[in-house]
Structure formats: structure tokens, C-alpha cells
């Protein structure tokens, strides 16, 4: 998906108070009053009360967000109902969102105040992404997708219950009402599904008819005589549509497909989760799982969590810009916002030590500051996510001399990696249990389900749903597949803060060639090596005098400190080539061609990462590189969202990114490349009558 630049709206007011768009010359809502209108057309129209009931989740989709009355409403409903489903997700797509001083400015119902201080409180910068925000404990889930309609409606991933179709009049915005919206919504739509919209138009009736919805006129409000409702039920799904909705409920949704036989009795709690790896990756998803009701099992080899990669005392998070804009700075991006979110959180529950007031890194080329920020501009990049400046600026924030022109991150930071995975753990509470000194020698698919062993044979567990997240060791559990992750060995150096020359400690982390910390505890971190396929974890003299080298290059000084009092801390990076993680569903065809005991199933289709069919219940969550705390955070939402059967937290092409599947694809891509280079003969197609139409 390309990425574009967001325009906030331009919001004017009517005399009498109601929002207008400048843009689209429509009111956001009638005169009635937004929460008159959102019960009406919308709550009513898709008749929310009744039908989430007793549900574990229920699932919104709305075309055009606004000012967000109606998800506003939707929530202070779903808190109002005793009998509400225990998660509500909406899914919201905004093309010219509220700046968020216009949200936060937006005259409310008073039942809707609070809920809109919090909205406003948690508006993200406006960037092309499906941005997460959490509210009631993860409870209720509000996925913003900032951009155009027709462009995020293939890129969502989920099922949806309920759709809120409020884009303005059709007739002052064709655009959004065109066919690719109603076949979209067959796509996502669950059997049953409801549609409400304000407009009686016909062309949107019509629309949603061809696309199997079946409608009907209801009394309008606020002076309006009809509005629409309707109801999936298609009379045939298209064959096409029927296959791609198989292929991705194998890939995407194995857990979706097995989430009612996880039950133990109907109504009953899912079996646990087995995880095995208690870094961040592992202590991470355990939460994000907890927030969606699910127990998990998390088995750890060392004595405790956090003792290998995710070892450090501090690290950084931040987002990538590159002028491509290609998947690896998009998903760093969405990455970055998660782990903001998940830092806030930890230091505002868990007093984790870390910061989110912001990163610099310095451009590693030696660009200036406005050849940075020509490109954050060509991106239409917002200043509360990156804004590049000078050698100046850039010492004025760190607090210390920067040599260079540098990208500044305001919601980038740093955090103690060990107290996140110790803060996510204490939020999962109850719903995980961790068992620590127990080391998992072996996988195996035993009766319907994934049986977890000991170096002894001994089973440990045995479960439905096995997710890996033991770094490099993943690997071994399933047999060694020829994925291109490689181990690199890090080391990071340290030293007390009063040993160091005075103006050397930056206030901010700055990155760069490596990274200097600010002062934590009394001491300064800064690294880090790089070491491939070295797996000797002593600490070396060498690597300090690197970490010098970059300390006194980032934050400009020439007189560094002695080696004499230094320590530091080695451990292992486990690396992909693209340099993204590998999170997602494990292929059948690649556990059996590795031939360990996870085969499933024959191959299957393997030309993109979506249809390739996956051993059942079984996911990998490795090769999290030099972004773990980022990563994590977002790995953790995007696998959590697969076994709960909760919509994706990012666009189907970053799934794709990141799907264990991709290498796979690209040898069989490579493959098919040579095979046809190999026989570049010309195909004949058959001629004679059965070839083609009787009159060609
Ligand atoms: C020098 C250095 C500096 C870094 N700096 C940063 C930084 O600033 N910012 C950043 O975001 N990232 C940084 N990283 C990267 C980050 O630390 C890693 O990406 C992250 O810790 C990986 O987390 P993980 O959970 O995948 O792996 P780990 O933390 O290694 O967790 C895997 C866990 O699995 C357990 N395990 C393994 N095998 C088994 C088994 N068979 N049975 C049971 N348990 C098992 C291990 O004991 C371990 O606890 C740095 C890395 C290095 C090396
Ligand atoms: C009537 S307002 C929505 C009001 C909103 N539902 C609320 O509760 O406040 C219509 C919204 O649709 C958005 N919109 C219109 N066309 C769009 C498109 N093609 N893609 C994305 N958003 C669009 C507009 O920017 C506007 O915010």
C-alpha cells in the first residue's frame, strides 16, 4: 500500500454550532445532534444491543470517522450494557482526520465528554497507518486507519459483525460510495453482518444489493424522511471469493478456524497458549493475549525472563524514514507507535524505567537538514512523528554537541528492556503462568495437537496453539528451515556517568552509527557491536574501544574516557536478510520439508505468502534484529489479533512483510524464474475448435 500524506480537516462551524468540512461542504452530523443521530442511524440501524450479547468480540467497521461521535457513542453504549461482548473492536477509516486540537475542541453530548478527553488524549500523529489505540484495558480496541477508503478496504484483515457507512452525502462525495466499497464490504463481512448509513441514495442501495446485501428503508432523524439498513445474505459467494476466503483462514486465521475447538466445554474458557521464550517477544504476547481473554503457558529455560537477548539494561525504539516508503520503514513505523504506547503504559503502571520524550539519530550519510527534510515533506510525514534539524537544533535537544544534521523522533525514547517484559507479564496477571529452568528440546504433532517435550523425552505440555518465541532456538524446534536469519553477537559498553567528561551525556538517546543513552542509575550506556555467527559472549577490550570510537562520534567530543573502569554486556541479535522479524503463521510445506515431526500437510500453493497453507495452531515470533522492544510490541498486537480471530492491527502487506511464509515464496518465485529462463520456448496455445470462441 503507498503511502500518503494526511491532511488534517478543515473544520468550520454552521451558525448554530454544527461541524462542517470546508473540503466536502457537508455537515458531520444533522442538526438533530451527533449522539441523537449515532443512536438512531447507526446503534440502532445495526441493532449493536441485541447482537453482541454474550459475544466474546464484536467488530465495527466505519467508513469515515469524523469527529468520532459515533465510535464515541458505540463505546459509551457497549460500557452501558451489562450484557455487552467482552471485547468491542472498530475499525475506522478517516481520509482528512480532525487535527487533534479539533478533536479535542468538538463540542460533545456530555455522556460523550470524558470518553472523547480520552480519545483526544491518545490521537496519533496523522500518518498513513492503521494506528492502535487502546482504551478500557485493550477491552475496547479503536484500529484507525488514516487514509483513503478505496485504498485501505483491500488492506484490512478481519471479519467484521457490524458496518457504519457515514462518508457524507454520496452526492457531495461519489467518490467513497463506488463499487470497490460494497464489494469490499462482501469480503469482510461475517454471515449476517448489518450495514446502517444515513443516505436513502439509490445508487447505495443498489450497491449494497449487487453485493449481497439485502436492504430496507427505515425512518429517518433530524428532519431526514429514509436511511438505509441491510443484512448479508448473499444468494451465491463467488468462487473466486470463496477460495480466497479459505486460503486466508488457513494462513491468517489457522487460530480462527480451531478458536470453538479450543473450548473445553461450550461457553468455556480457550486452552492456554503455550509460548515458548520469556524475552520480549514472548512476555510481550502473553500480555497482548491476556488483553483479548486468553490464558497462556510461558515456558522459559533460563531462571528467569529476560535474561538473553532482551537482557540489556536500556535500548532504544524509534521509526525508520527512507524515501521509499517501502515495507521495511512502514512496518518500523507501526512499530514504533506500538512500542510508544506500550512504554507509556509500562512506565505509567509498572514506574518501568524509560522515556518517550523523544530519540535523535543523525543521518549516517551526512545529509543536510533540509535534504532530510525534503524527504519527510515528498512523504507528507507529520512533525509530532519526525522532523529533521541541524547540528544546532539537534544540540539544543540532546544537550550536548551533535556534529551533524539528524532526524528527531518526538515520540521515540528508550526503555529497560528486562522491565517491560516484567511489566507486560504483571498486566497479563492471572492469565499467564510462567514456568521458569524448563527448556524445550522438542515439538511434535501428536492426536490434533502440539506436544512439547524435555531433553529427557518427558512431555512438558501439550496444546492447540504452540507460539515460538525462543529466538534462534525457534529455529532448532522446527527442524532448521532454510530461512536466511543469521545470529549476530552485540556488546554494549557502559560506564559511570561522573567518569566522563562534563557536557559528554546527551538528555535524549542519540542514535546513529550505534547509540549513547542518557545517564541511567549513574552509569551511561552506549554501543553496540556487530559481530556475525560469533557466539563467544565474553566481553572484549576491542568492542569497548568500537563503543568509545561511536560514543565520541555521536555526541561530539574528542576527549573520551578510559577504558580502565568500563563494563558492558554481550548477546545474540538473531537477523532476517530483509531485516524485518518473522512473525506469523508456520508454512506446512517448510516444517515438511525440513522433515521434523510438525509436517502436516502436502505444500500446497506457494506464489504469495497468503495462500500458502500453515501447520495448524503453530506460530513463530523469531529474528526480532536490533528492533526488539519496537517489534515486539507490535508482533505481539499482530499475533495476538491472528489466534483471537481479532481484526489485524497493521495492512495486509505488512502481514505479508513479515510472514514466515515470504522465503518460501521468493525460492519458488526464483524457481519458477529459472525454470522459465531454462525452456524459453514459445507455448503454442492449442488451436482447433475446443481452443477458443467458435467465431474468433
Ligand atoms: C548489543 C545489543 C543491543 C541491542 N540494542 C537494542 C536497542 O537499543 N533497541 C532494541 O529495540 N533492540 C535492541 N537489541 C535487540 C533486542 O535486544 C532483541 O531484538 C530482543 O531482545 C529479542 O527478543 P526475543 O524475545 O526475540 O529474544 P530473547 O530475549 O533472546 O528471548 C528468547 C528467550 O527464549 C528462551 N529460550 C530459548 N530457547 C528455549 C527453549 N528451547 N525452551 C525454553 N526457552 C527457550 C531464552 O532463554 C530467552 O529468554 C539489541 C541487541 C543487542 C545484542
Ligand atoms: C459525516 S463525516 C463522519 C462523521 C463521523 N462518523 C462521526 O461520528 O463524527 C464523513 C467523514 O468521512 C470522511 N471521508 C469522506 N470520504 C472519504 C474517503 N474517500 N476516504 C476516507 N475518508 C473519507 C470525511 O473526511 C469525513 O470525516
Known amino acids: 500500500m503507498n503511502t500518503t500524506p494526511i491532511r488534517a480537516a478543515a473544520i468550520v462551524s454552521d451558525a448554530d454550532g454544527t461541524p462542517r468540512s470546508a473540503d466536502y461542504g457537508d455537515v458531520y452530523h444533522s442538526r438533530a445532534g451527533a449522539l441523537a443521530q449515532a443512536r438512531h442511524v447507526f446503534l440502532d440501524g445495526d441493532a449493536l444491543a441485541g447482537r453482541w450479547r454474550g459475544r466474546e468480540r464484536f467488530v465495527v467497521l466505519e467508513t469515515g470517522f469524523g469527529l468520532g461521535n459515533n465510535f464515541l457513542a458505540t463505546w459509551a453504549a457497549w460500557r452501558a450494557d451489562a450484557q455487552r461482548s467482552r471485547q468491542l473492536h472498530v475499525v475506522a477509516i478517516e481520509g482528512s482526520p480532525p487535527s487533534r486540537v479539533d478533536l479535542a475542541g468538538a463540542a460533545r453530548d456530555p455522556l460523550l465528554a470524558p470518553l472523547a478527553v480520552e480519545l483526544a488524549e491518545h490521537w496519533p500523529p496523522l500518518t498513513c497507518n492503521l494506528h492502535r489505540i487502546a482504551f478500557e484495558s485493550g477491552r475496547v480496541e479503536l484500529l484507525l486507519a488514516l487514509g483513503d477508503v478505496a485504498a485501505w478496504l483491500p488492506q484490512l484483515v478481519g471479519r467484521v459483525d457490524a458496518f457504519f457507512l457515514d462518508g457524507f452525502a454520496p452526492a457531495r462525495n461519489p467518490a467513497m460510495w463506488d463499487a470497490r466499497l460494497f464489494k469490499a464490504m462482501a469480503r469482510l463481512a461475517v454471515p449476517g453482518a448489518t450495514v446502517a448509513t444515513w443516505t436513502a441514495a439509490r445508487a447505495v442501495r443498489d450497491g449494497l444489493r449487487s453485493a449481497g446485501f439485502a436492504v430496507e428503508n427505515a425512518p429517518g432523524t433530524g428532519g431526514k424522511r429514509d436511511i438505509t439498513r441491510g443484512r448479508f445474505a448473499p444468494h451465491f459467494t463467488p468462487r473466486a471469493a470463496a477460495r480466497q476466503a479459505r486460503a486466508l483462514s488457513e494462513a491468517r486465521r489457522a487460530p480462527a478456524s480451531t478458536t470453538a475447538g479450543t473450548r473445553d466445554s461450550p461457553g468455556g474458557e480457550a486452552l492456554p497458549v503455550v509460548i515458548v521464550g520469556a524475552g520480549l517477544a514472548g512476555c510481550a504476547l502473553a500480555q497482548a493475549l491476556a488483553e483479548r481473554g486468553r490464558s497462556s503457558l510461558l515456558l522459559e529455560r533460563g531462571t528467569a525472563i529476560a535474561l538473553e537477548g532482551s537482557g540489556n539494561a536500556a535500548g532504544i525504539f524509534h521509526g525508520v524514514v527512507h524515501r521509499g516508503d517501502g515495507r521495511h520503514a512502514r512496518f518500523h513505523r507501526a512499530a514504533a507507535f506500538a512500542a510508544r504506547a506500550a512504554v507509556r503504559d509500562a512506565i505509567d503502571r509498572s514506574q518501568t524505567r524509560g522515556s518517550v520524550a523523544g530519540l535523535l539519530r543523525i543521518a549516517s550519510d551526512g545529509a543536510s537538514r533540509d535534504e532530510l527534510q525534503a524527504t519527510v515533506d515528498a512523504l507528507g510525514l507529520p512533525a509530532d512523528y519526525v522532523r529533521a534539524v541541524d547540528a544546532?537544533?539537534?544540540?539544543?535537544?540532546?544537550?550536548?554537541?551533535?556534529?551533524?544534521?539528524?532526524?528527531?523522533?518526538?515520540?521515540?525514547?528508550?526503555?529497560?528492556?528486562?522491565g517491560l517484559a516484567a511489566a507486560w507479564l504483571g498486566s497479563a496477571g492471572r492469565r499467564c503462568q510462567l514456568r521458569s529452568c524448563c527448556s524445550v528440546a522438542s515439538l511434535a504433532r501428536v492426536d490434533d495437537r502440539w506436544t512439547l517435550r524435555d531433553a529427557n523425552d518427558e512431555t512438558i505440555a501439550t496444546a492447540e496453539t504452540v507460539v515460538?518465541?525462543?529466538?534462534?532456538?525457534?529455529?532448532?524446534?522446527?527442524?532448521?528451515?532454510?530461512?536466511?536469519?543469521?545470529?549476530?553477537?552485540?556488546?554494549?559498553?557502559?560506564?559511570?556517568?561522573?567518569?566522563?567528561?562534563?557536557?559528554?551525556?546527551?538528555?535524549?538517546?542519540?542514535?546513529?552509527?550505534?547509540?549513547?543513552?542518557?545517564?541511567?542509575?549513574?552509569?551511561?550506556?552506549?554501543?553496540?557491536?556487530?559481530?556475525?555467527?560469533?557466539?563467544?559472549?565474553?566481553?572484549?577490550?576491542?568492542?569497548?574501544?568500537?563503543?568509545?570510537?561511536?560514543?565520541?562520534?555521536?555526541?561530539?567530543?574528542?576527549?573520551?574516557?578510559?577504558?580502565?573502569?568500563?563494563?558492558?554486556?554481550?548477546?545474540?541479535?538473531?537477523?532476517?536478510?530483509?531485516?524485518?522479524?518473522?512473525?506469523?503463521?508456520?508454512?506446512?510445506?517448510?516444517?515438511?520439508?525440513?522433515?521434523?515431526?510438525?509436517?502436516?500437510?502436502?505444500?500446497?500453493?506457494?506464489?504469495?505468502?497468503?495462500?500458502?497453507?500453515?501447520?495448524?495452531?503453530?506460530?513463530?515470533?523469531?529474528?526480532?534484529?536490533?528492533?526488539?522492544?519496537?517489534?515486539?510490541?507490535?508482533?505481539?498486537?499482530?499475533?495476538?489479533?491472528?489466534?483471537?480471530?481479532?481484526?489485524?492491527?497493521?495492512?495486509?502487506?505488512?502481514?505479508?512483510?513479515?510472514?514466515?511464509?515470504?522465503?518460501?515464496?521468493?525460492?519458488?518465485?526464483?524457481?519458477?524464474?529459472?525454470?522459465?529462463?531454462?525452456?524459453?520456448?514459445?507455448?503454442?496455445?492449442p488451436v482447433g475448435p475446443m481452443a477458443g470462441s467458435a467465431g474468433a
Not at 398 to 409: L, N
Open 392 to 418: 544546532n537544533g539537534a544540540s539544543r535537544l540532546a544537550g550536548v554537541p551533535i556534529a551533524g544534521a539528524a532526524w528527531h523522533f518526538p515520540h521515540g525514547g528508550w526503555v529497560d528492556p528486562r
Open 468 to 685: 515460538l518465541c525462543n529466538a534462534g532456538g525457534a529455529l532448532d524446534l522446527l527442524g532448521r528451515p532454510p530461512w536466511p536469519i543469521e545470529p549476530q553477537r552485540g556488546q554494549v559498553s557502559s560506564i559511570e556517568a561522573a567518569r566522563l567528561p562534563s557536557g559528554t551525556v546527551p538528555r535524549l538517546p542519540v542514535a546513529g552509527a550505534g547509540y549513547v543513552l542518557p545517564e541511567i542509575d549513574g552509569a551511561v550506556w552506549f554501543g553496540a557491536s556487530a559481530q556475525w555467527n560469533d557466539f563467544d559472549l565474553s566481553l572484549r577490550a576491542g568492542d569497548h574501544r568500537a563503543n568509545l570510537g561511536r560514543f565520541t562520534r555521536l555526541v561530539g567530543t574528542a576527549a573520551a574516557p578510559e577504558l580502565a573502569g568500563m563494563s558492558g554486556r554481550t548477546s545474540l541479535r538473531w537477523v532476517s536478510q530483509d531485516r524485518l522479524p518473522v512473525i506469523g503463521a508456520v508454512p506446512a510445506a517448510l516444517a515438511l520439508g525440513a522433515g521434523s515431526s510438525v509436517a502436516t500437510k502436502a505444500p500446497g500453493r506457494l506464489d504469495q505468502p497468503r495462500v500458502v497453507p500453515r501447520a495448524p495452531g503453530l506460530y513463530v515470533f523469531t529474528a526480532l534484529g536490533s528492533r526488539g522492544i519496537a517489534s515486539a510490541s507490535l508482533g505481539a498486537q499482530i499475533l495476538a489479533a491472528a489466534i483471537a480471530d481479532a481484526p489485524a492491527p497493521v495492512e495486509a502487506d505488512l502481514l505479508d512483510a513479515i510472514d514466515p511464509a515470504r522465503f518460501l515464496v521468493r525460492q519458488f518465485r526464483r524457481d519458477e524464474a529459472s525454470r522459465q529462463a531454462a525452456s524459453p520456448t514459445f507455448v503454442q496455445p
